[in-house]
């Protein structure tokens, strides 16, 4: 059971590699809006409300994130 539970989790973050533009989704959403509402992000995606995505590549570093998700595989394997 626990094995799956990692499985989930290193298959999440692998999910946010994008091979084709060489860049990780780092987060989804903007933090203020998102939190300022009580209700899911799936909600919001219904209503229509643009949530944009925030990438990890060449021009737009995030070595914290980078490094944890790294961090985290290796951990599973």
């Not at 499985?7 to 809006?33: E, H, I, R, T």
């Not at 509402?37 to 409300?49: M, N, R, S």
């Amino acid at each position: 059971a626990i094995l799956d539970h990692l499985k989930f989790g290193c298959d999440f973050l692998l999910a946010c590699w994008d091979s084709k533009q060489m860049s990780m989704v780092a987060m989804v959403g903007d933090p203020n809006l998102d939190h300022s509402w009580w209700i899911a992000a799936e909600i919001i995606d219904v209503l229509g409300v643009a949530r944009p995505v925030f990438r990890v590549d060449k021009t737009h570093p995030g070595t914290e994130v980078a490094c944890e998700a790294a961090a985290a595989l290796a951990s599973a394997s």
